[in-house]
């Protein structure tokens, strides 16, 4: 061995297999040694044949694909235990020992008691609770949507000072200071409601309407008339014993609650006579004039003129959209 030391290269598997060529072999012995230490599990020649295959086909497929249990084999579920037999009762009979109540019914009477009906069923169970029905002016906001309706403006008390620099700039003499207009509901309001066959879906909303305007107006300012077809031939009762016509009042409020005889709403919407005289009638006083209409918009007739504020009567109009129409309130004459 030289004193200089070569790197010896890796060993593959072409060195092992020329090793194992010119490995002279005596017997079936020193084959299994070998084989033992090269981690092979071959056998040894037997009677001068060839080694057998390592890789079986069938072998190897029968370890990929295991035979399937037989029904037989599966795991036993347990069962529910079964349940006992029911115990047999005495043959003889027992007295009750359970008393009767007396009847509630009066005994010996062919009629039936105050709080029985003629079924024989509580008054009670008949009884049913009136079902909630949301006005078309919501109760919460019903007091500012009608304020915002029928208020009419005059004289304040804080001082309009644009136009006191006007007249001041103008050389005018001041003998009043102007002041800003506020909104009030001192004159009132006329209601009228429209009791005709069309307005029955909404005869509810007319009183809930009234009763609306009561809680704002109180019972002297506020007066309600009703008619079917003509506002002009609309009353009220007045007791005891006689009815008043209608008949506008210089300078207060009209609120009319109808649908202004609109039958189809598939046609052009056109007004009768009667209520272009009732509309020149209110103009003629000096009334603002304010038409509730449960249709929507597209339904409205358009040749009422300017003087008739048409509000939807729906839970969707606002206090804000009212002023935003008619400003802080109507504008009427002394």
């Given at each position: 061995m030289s004193g200089t030391s070569e790197k010896r290269g890796e060993i593959h598997l072409g060195d092992l297999i020329r090793a194992l060529k010119g490995l002279s072999v005596e017997d079936d012995e020193q084959v299994r040694a070998v084989a033992r230490a090269l981690g092979f599990g071959l056998r040894g020649r037997s009677g001068g044949e060839a080694t057998p295959r390592v890789y079986d086909p069938l072998r190897y497929a029968a370890r990929q694909n295991p035979p399937r249990r037989s029904p037989a084999a599966r795991p036993i579920v347990p069962q529910p235990p079964e349940p006992p037999l029911p115990v047999e009762l005495p043959p003889e009979r027992l007295d009750s020992r359970l008393k009767p109540l007396e009847s509630t019914a009066p005994p010996h009477s062919d009629e039936p008691p105050a709080w029985l009906n003629d079924d024989f069923r509580l008054l009670e169970?008949?009884?049913?609770p009136p079902l909630h029905r949301q006005s078309l002016f919501h109760d919460n906001?019903?007091?500012?949507?009608l304020a915002a309706a029928l208020a009419t403006r005059r004289g304040g008390?804080?001082?309009d000072l644009p136009a006191l620099i006007d007249r001041i700039?103008?050389?005018?003499i001041i003998d009043e200071l102007p002041t800003l207009p506020t909104a009030t509901l001192e004159r009132g309001c006329q209601?009228?409601?429209n009791y005709s066959d069309n307005m029955a879906p909404?005869?509810?909303?007319?009183g809930a309407l009234a009763g609306q305007l009561r809680a704002i107006l109180g019972e002297n300012d506020l007066r309600v008339f009703e008619f079917d077809r003509n506002p002009c031939d609309a009353e009220r009762w007045a007791p005891p014993d006689r009815t008043e016509r209608w008949r506008p009042r210089k300078g207060r409020p009209v609120l009319v609650a109808t649908d202004l005889g609109i039958v189809d709403r598939r046609r052009p919407?056109?007004?009768g006579e009667g209520w272009r005289r009732f509309i020149d009638r209110c103009q003629e006083a000096g009334c603002p004039l304010l038409i509730l209409l449960p249709w929507q918009q597209r339904y409205w007739p358009r040749d009422l003129g300017r003087h008739p504020i048409l509000l939807h009567w729906n839970p969707h109009t606002s206090a804000g959209l009212i002023r935003r129409?008619?400003?802080?309130?109507?504008?009427?004459?002394e």
């Open positions: 169970q008949l009884e049913q906001t019903s007091r500012g949507v008390g804080e001082i700039v103008s050389h005018e209601l009228l409601l909404f005869w509810e909303d007319l919407p056109v007004v129409r008619i400003g802080i309130g109507h504008e009427v004459g």
